[in-house]
């Protein structure tokens, strides 16, 4: 007689042993498929560590405890190790934690909830030594070659089994209580294969790194008690030598933390009121939150809600999933790139922190950057750097994202943050291109040995004869390091006559543009004509047969061209306005929307309109001109020498 009724999930235990292992190693390997990140790895060791002794805080209820971790970058093993001393296993959940779908926390008290993460750990890496004390059970093992297994749909590899092991963790020797992992990476799976990718080799370097990428870098609610756990980070070298930083305190990195200059929005509007009561002008703000490098605030649920107050469903995820959030606005993309380079001291091009949002649930971060869907002046999403921050939401399997509804609700907040940063752009120092020092004051003393050191290191010689006479020497004797420097010594070159036919009608720091000019050709008209000895900066041939005066024009200073196609993309300036750039380097962000045409390069000699221009830029519906002064000294200094590097950087490459 056939069976009638059945329960699946009963049966399922007594099904054939090959079809049982092949249906978990299918469950095991789409847990993995869930786990792309490259620092994975690091965050579900670290995710399960924080919050083995958080729980093991609420046991102790106020007795003396310390909440502690241990972490070794071991870049000679290719290993990472963790050690806390929290709440440990007990025996029953340790021989079944690393199992599916098996979790031991509380939903809503812990960072993670799904199950799946020790699996992860488990049968995503080769070699697996993990262990605990202190909770009636004690035990040290290994599990070697899960990876292997998972990927073998042959059947070839024996399912992998725990074998007891020995510690040499010394902080796992050393606790009463706790647990210790340790993984090892390398083979054809694994993210990364080397830890040898990230270019870190200092506990400094990691700690950026690990606090700002992985959970450790615990993310507060607003109403916290902020007691953050401590940890040691220790990093052997492949050679074997070790440094180690000792109580450090797991707590994100926000920008306005490390970078100088930065200033409370709150605070501003806390004296703007103060103003306002006292009968002064609310604009009137001390000069002490002027010229900053940031902006920065932390909003609250009701102060999310406020952003946005006439959108119902906005208004129902921010109060079912009371959210949070954090704003930072730079006012230049090249802060970030200072940030890594001086602060964070990692690989050139990586950027540990940069514009976008980031989503955060139960105190930590999840997923990578999301771009800020802006309309309009969209250079702000690469200059604000967003937290979203979630409390109980259900990200998906593994680290991947957000739901599309819950990933909506954090973009909708994050336009709206950065809508409120924009009305306040005035107190941000305005972007000249020059390298920010987001660091530190110099002092004057150190200042003047650092101009000493430049000159030293970057002389400016201009050795053709036939420029300032009879001396023969420009009075600028380094290059320029900022803007101001690119003014005073364009109006050497002008006032030298080396460039002729500008002609200045102002300069100005507080309207929009820096200046206005004419092009001025007076006679004798054979001043302006190109000399390759006597003047190489002048025209093929003259447009006018007589003088000739043009109209006002729109000019604007720059030491690198960059920020000012920066200012272009977010909307700032309008590049329709500006008819010539004065600039000490070219920059390559122009390379996004535009061609460019040297005047330096010989062949195009015929297409400088005026004396002294050395470029052109050209979108297809804007177009400007550009005297990019450092080209132009060496262009002086040695014509023929420069025209192999003017073909290759602006030629056409169609040849």
């Known amino acids: 007689m056939s069976l009638q009724t059945w329960d699946p999930l009963l049966v399922s235990k007594d099904a054939d042993s090959e079809i049982l292992s092949a249906a978990q190693k299918r469950e095991i390997k789409n847990i993995l498929k869930s786990y792309v990140g490259m620092y994975d790895s690091f965050s579900e060791l670290i995710q399960n560590a924080m919050d083995a002794v958080d729980k093991r805080a609420v046991i102790e209820n106020g007795k003396e405890y310390q909440k502690h971790l241990w972490l070794v970058i071991d870049l000679s093993e290719n290993s990472f190790s963790i050690t806390d001393n929290g709440v440990g296993f007990n025996q029953k959940e340790f021989e079944s934690f690393l199992a599916p779908n098996i979790s031991f926390k509380d939903e809503g008290k812990t960072r993670g909830n799904k199950g799946v993460g020790a699996t992860y750990i488990g049968y995503g890496f080769d070699y697996l030594k993990f262990g605990t004390k202190g909770n009636g059970h004690e035990f040290i093992g290994?599990?070697?070659?899960?990876?292997?297994?998972?990927?073998?749909?042959?059947?070839?590899?024996?399912?992998?089994?725990?074998?007891?092991?020995?510690?040499?963790?010394?902080?796992?020797?050393?606790?009463?209580?706790?647990?210790?992992?340790?993984?090892?990476?390398?083979?054809?799976?694994?993210?990364?294969k080397d830890l040898s990718w990230y270019s870190a080799t200092t506990p400094e370097q990691w700690l950026y790194l690990l606090l700002i990428k992985t959970p450790l870098g615990s993310i507060a609610f607003l109403d916290d008690d902020n007691s953050h756990i401590k940890f040691d980070l220790t990093v052997i070298k492949k050679n074997g030598g070790k440094e180690t930083l000792t109580d450090q305190e797991a707590k994100y990195i926000f920008p306005h933390d490390k970078i100088k200059a930065s200033v409370s929005l709150k605070d501003v509007l806390t004296v703007q009121k103060k103003l306002i009561e006292q009968g002064k002008d609310a604009s009137a703000i001390p000069n002490k939150y002027k010229k900053s490098n940031g902006l920065y605030e932390f909003f609250n649920t009701p102060e999310i809600?406020?952003?946005?107050?006439?959108?119902?469903?906005?208004?129902?995820?921010?109060?079912?999933?009371?959210?949070?959030?954090?704003?930072?606005?730079?006012?230049?993309?090249?802060?970030?790139?200072?940030?890594?380079?001086?602060?964070?001291?990692?690989?050139?091009?990586?950027?540990?922190?940069?514009?976008?949002?980031?989503?955060?649930?139960?105190?930590?971060?999840?997923?990578?950057?999301?771009?800020?869907?802006?309309?309009?002046?969209?250079?702000?999403?690469?200059?604000?750097?967003?937290?979203?921050h979630f409390k109980d939401a259900d990200p998906d399997l593994g680290r991947k994202g957000f739901q599309p509804?819950?990933?909506?609700?954090?973009?909708?907040?994050?336009?709206?943050?950065?809508?409120?940063?924009?009305?306040?752009?005035?107190?941000?120092?305005?972007?000249?291109?020059?390298?920010?020092?987001i660091s530190k004051e110099i002092e004057l003393h150190d200042w003047v040995k650092e101009q000493e050191k430049h000159e030293s290191e970057h002389p400016l010689s201009l050795s053709n004869k036939n420029f300032f006479a009879p001396i023969n020497e420009i009075s600028i004797t380094s290059e320029p390091q900022s803007e101001q420097d690119v003014i005073v010594?364009?109006?050497?070159?002008?006032?030298?006559?080396?460039?002729?036919?500008?002609?200045?009608?102002?300069?100005?720091?507080?309207?929009?543009?820096?200046?206005?000019?004419?092009?001025?050709?007076?006679?004798?008209?054979?001043?302006?004509?190109?000399?390759?000895?006597?003047?190489?900066?002048?025209?093929?041939?003259?447009?006018?047969?007589t003088e000739h005066i043009s109209p006002p024009k729109i000019l604007e200073y720059k030491y690198n061209l960059d920020a000012l196609i920066h200012e272009f993309e977010s909307e700032y300036k309008n590049e329709k306005d500006i008819h010539l750039a004065i600039t000490w380097g070219m920059g390559g962000e122009w390379k996004k929307n535009y061609d460019a045409t040297s005047f330096l390069d010989l062949d195009n000699l015929h297409l400088r309109d005026f004396h002294g221009l050395t470029h052109v830029l050209d979108s297809g519906t804007t177009r400007f001109y550009v005297i990019a002064l450092k080209e132009l000294i060496l262009f002086l200094n040695?014509?023929?020498?420069?025209q192999e590097y003017q073909k290759r950087q602006y030629g056409d490459d169609l040849f």
């Not at 070839?156 to 040499?168: D, E, M």
């Not at 010394?170 to 009463?176: E, L, V």
């Not at 507080?510 to 000399?531: A, C, S, T, W």
């Open 405 to 437: 509804e819950l990933k909506e609700v954090a973009e909708k907040a994050s336009v709206a943050i950065v809508n409120r940063f924009k009305k306040w752009k005035s107190l941000l120092k305005t972007d000249s291109g020059v390298k920010p020092d």
């Open 489 to 545: 010594l364009f109006n050497q070159l002008i006032a030298g006559g080396v460039i002729r036919g500008i002609k200045l009608l102002a300069t100005s720091q507080v309207k929009q543009y820096d200046g206005v000019y004419k092009f001025v050709v007076r006679e004798p008209l054979d001043n302006h004509v190109f000399d390759k000895e006597i003047n190489p900066l002048g025209v093929e041939e003259m447009h006018f047969s």
């Open 305 to 388: 809600l406020a952003l946005r107050d006439k959108d119902e469903t906005y208004r129902e995820l921010v109060e079912e999933f009371n959210i949070e959030a954090y704003g930072y606005f730079t006012y230049s993309t090249s802060v970030w790139d200072q940030f890594n380079d001086f602060l964070a001291k990692l690989r050139k091009g990586y950027r540990v922190h940069k514009g976008g949002l980031q989503l955060a649930n139960n105190r930590m971060t999840q997923g990578e950057l999301i771009a800020i869907p802006l309309t309009s002046n969209i250079g702000y999403q690469n200059q604000c750097h967003i937290v979203v």
């Open 638 to 642: 040695d014509v023929d020498g420069v």
């Open 142 to 192: 290994e599990l070697i070659g899960g990876r292997d297994w998972v990927e073998d749909f042959k059947g070839i590899k024996t399912r992998p089994v725990v074998n007891s092991t020995n510690s040499n963790v010394d902080a796992f020797r050393n606790i009463s209580r706790g647990s210790t992992f340790k993984i090892k990476f390398g083979g054809d799976h694994t993210r990364p």
